[in-house]
């Protein structure tokens, strides 16, 4: 599951892996960067600043009913309902609604029955948004991000789905509220401040009161830190380019040290974080620039899951959602030659499985492509073909 996306992404050129620190677990869902794709419009109503909570409003249930059979490892597997313009998901919770924004400026969230679009009375006092990033939702359905007006202008806000609650500037005037990244279960929101030209962490309670996240401490830190992730239980996740080229990856629960959990000396590696649990760790997609030549062409990617006890290199395959449990998913490479689409796949205890053979998907008119986002109750939502067309799933694992 995700949170942050505005502030979420390539975190830098990593090798020389190290770790260090600790974190303490604490309860609640885990947080992966979303993926994003415009999908097509397939018997949904609702335009775009608009409610919709018609149940299976484009919902679809795929035929023959999986888990039908004792032996089926699947109990539901359905293609979420679309907005018209399409929707770009973010983040899931452990009730399986989803967060995202539809047409890259409307939150919305979506469930296996409906979905709901922010209509500009609801998301009132914000003015009708013209670009949105949607950070996250937590398990009661709370959504939190920023949002850009036409006249230029960032609002940073709450969303319940019915009520929008400004998140409040610091009161200490050298800091400047950049961005939210996320809402955990206790609704704190995870920011991005600006110190001046150094970039500083912190969480807002509902209260409004920030607790801000305290320095690295590292000489060769060069700007600052930057906040990618927050799990539902408060671990943000996030990370800080040092003058030498590296970079140092920490977790932090407001109230506590932050702790660097990975760090780079050499830069080697692309990678990028793509999620958080609540036990502190941290999940890396790897892309390993060849050196031969000077080219840009990468080897195939591999995940790293770091944390405070080390760091365990994952199988080849594009690693992207985590939970509290370690399981892990992404996609791997079709082991047809001639296929480009690639295959979702579930890792759990130390074995990866293809979700489509696993899943025998094709029996019930899937082709699970892309698994972004894991909760802790098995529930997988990502990005596949279903009649024909491209369409997010919610997959629920028995």
């Known amino acids: 599951m995700k949170a942050g996306w505005a502030a979420a992404g390539l975190v830098g050129i990593l090798s020389a892996c190290g770790g260090g620190g600790s974190t303490t677990p604490s309860s609640g869902a885990p947080r992966s960067t979303g993926g994003s794709i415009n999908l097509p419009t397939t018997g949904t109503s609702g335009t775009p600043g608009t409610s919709t909570d018609t149940p299976n409003a484009g919902a679809d ?133 600006w110190e001046g030209s150094l970039r500083r962490v912190a969480s807002v309670d509902a209260a409004g009161r920030y607790t801000v996240m305290p320095a690295l401490g590292d000489a060769n830190d ?9 799990s539902n239980g408060g671990v943000i996740a996030g990370y800080a380019r040092l003058g030498n080229g590296g970079t140092s990856i920490f977790t932090w629960t407001p109230g506590q040290m932050p702790r660097i959990v990975f760090t780079d000396s050499m830069g080697v590696c692309g990678c990028s974080i793509r999620s958080v649990n609540d ?40 690693h992207w959602g985590l939970n509290n449990a370690g399981e892990i998913v992404g996609a791997i490479s079709s082991s047809n030659a001639d296929d480009r689409y690639p295959s979702g796949f579930w890792l759990v205890n130390g074995q990866i499985r293809d979700l489509n053979d696993y899943t025998q998907a094709a029996s019930f008119g899937w082709r699970f492509g892309l698994a972004k986002f894991i909760n802790n109750r098995k529930q997988i939502v990502g990005t596949g073909i279903f009649n024909g067309q491209e369409r997010w799933f919610l997959l629920t694992l028995k």
């Open 222 to 230: 060069v700007n600052g830190e930057n906040a990618n992730l927050v």
């Open 61 to 193: 249930t795929s035929p023959p009913a999986p888990g039908s059979t004792p032996s089926s490892p699947v109990a539901m597997v359905v293609a979420y309902p679309n907005p018209p313009l399409g929707m770009f998901l973010t983040d899931l919770n452990d009730n399986g609604h989803a967060a995202g924004f539809s047409d890259y400026t409307t939150p919305l969230s979506v469930s296996a029955q409906n979905y709901h679009v922010a209509t500009v009375e609801n998301f009132a006092p914000i003015p009708v948004p013209t670009q949105t990033n949607a950070g996250s939702n937590n398990d009661a359905g709370v959504m939190a991000g920023s949002s850009t007006d036409a006249a230029g202008q960032t609002w940073h806000w709450r969303w319940d789905g019915a009520t929008t609650t400004p998140v409040p500037a610091p009161t200490d005037r050298s800091l400047t509220l950049a961005s939210v990244i996320g809402i955990d279960n206790a609704s704190r929101v995870a920011v991005q401040l």
């Open 279 to 318: 036990q502190g760790q941290v999940l890396l997609d790897v892309q390993t620039p060849r050196s031969a030549g000077g080219g840009t062409t990468r080897d195939p990617a591999y995940g790293l899951l770091v944390s405070s006890t080390g760091v365990t290199r994952l199988p080849l395959g594009n």
